[in-house]
């Protein structure tokens, strides 16, 4: 039975708008077209904003014929960059900031508010792979040791560990990866957004952790399942994605060194996410 609670009145149509959905586009047009074109207009309250960086194949005509209202850049800011350029034009009071290769339910959006609301959190859908099996969108700490597991070995042992679902209710955890990320305004404004200093990679692991030192929880959402696309640039044969995301690598581990340490300093660091995502105290 769902428990939820039931959204608020600023919700309701007519009332102007309520929720800002913010995408960055970079020659996006093909995930536009499968992900957004069958998600239908956005409805009443629901305004979606794309940044576009400058796209070459059409992603911004694209994105306006599909309902978006397009800010165009005449060079690629990057993601970071461009969530925040989102931002400062967005009116809801609520803000999700999704990929091109998401595909939205938009009759999800009131769920994810009273969620949000409720625990005063930044929340997430619970993403799916496109065979509608799990996609591990919560993580643990970002440990260097279990990212290059992950991405090398698949490693199973890093389950319940680094890579969180939430099969029940709404589950904590560390971070969430930049897919599909929400939060209400106040609460991003508080703690600043996102860092334009990440051009790509590791800026949703810092906008997560900046949000839990600010008070605010970070959380998957088992109730809302979305399907991501999800494709690494860095599975390509080009070299500029690596070289974007060790750049990315160290200034990440320059900011938060005790994730190149041990668990219990980590722990120690941040004893209010060892409790809520783990339930414990090392």
């Avoid at 931002?87 to 009273?114: E, K, M, Y």
């Avoid at 860092?195 to 949703?204: G, K, N, Q, S, T």
Wanted: aromatic fraction near 12%; charged fraction near 20%; proline fraction near 5%.
């Amino acid at each position: 039975m769902d428990t939820s609670p039931e959204p608020n009145t600023p919700v309701e149509s007519g009332r102007g708008v309520w929720c800002s959905l913010i995408t960055v586009t970079y020659n996006s047009a093909s995930a536009l077209r499968e992900f957004w074109g069958s998600a239908g207009t956005p409805p009443d309250g629901v305004e979606w904003i794309v940044v576009d960086n400058a796209s070459t194949d059409g992603s911004a005509e694209l994105a306006r014929s599909l309902g978006a209202r397009v800010v165009q850049q005449t060079h690629n800011l990057g993601f970071s960059a461009s969530n925040n350029v989102g931002l400062t034009t967005a009116q809801g009071r609520f803000i999700g900031f999704v990929n091109p290769d998401i595909r939205v339910d938009f009759d999800d959006l009131p769920r994810l508010l009273s969620i949000a609301e409720r625990d005063r959190a930044i929340v997430s859908p619970q993403l799916l792979n496109g065979d509608g099996s799990l996609q591990p969108n919560g993580r643990g700490f970002p440990f260097l040791i279990d990212k290059v597991k992950n991405r090398l070995f698949n490693d199973d042992r890093l389950h319940d560990s680094y890579l969180l679902y939430a099969t029940s209710g709404e589950r904590k955890v560390c971070w969430l990866m930049g897919a599909a990320v929400f939060g209400l305004r106040a609460d991003i404004d508080l703690f600043g957004g996102w860092d334009d200093h990440f051009f790509l990679y590791y800026e949703d692991k810092d906008f997560s952790l900046r949000a839990w030192a600010a008070g605010i929880a970070v959380e998957v959402v088992s109730g809302v399942t979305w399907t991501h696309g999800w494709a690494r640039e860095t599975t390509s044969a080009s070299a500029t994605p690596w070289k974007r995301e060790f750049s990315s690598m160290a200034k990440f581990y320059r900011r938060y060194p005790e994730f190149l340490l041990s668990r219990g300093g980590a722990a120690r660091r941040h004893p209010q996410i060892q409790r809520a995502v783990f339930g414990t105290a090392r």
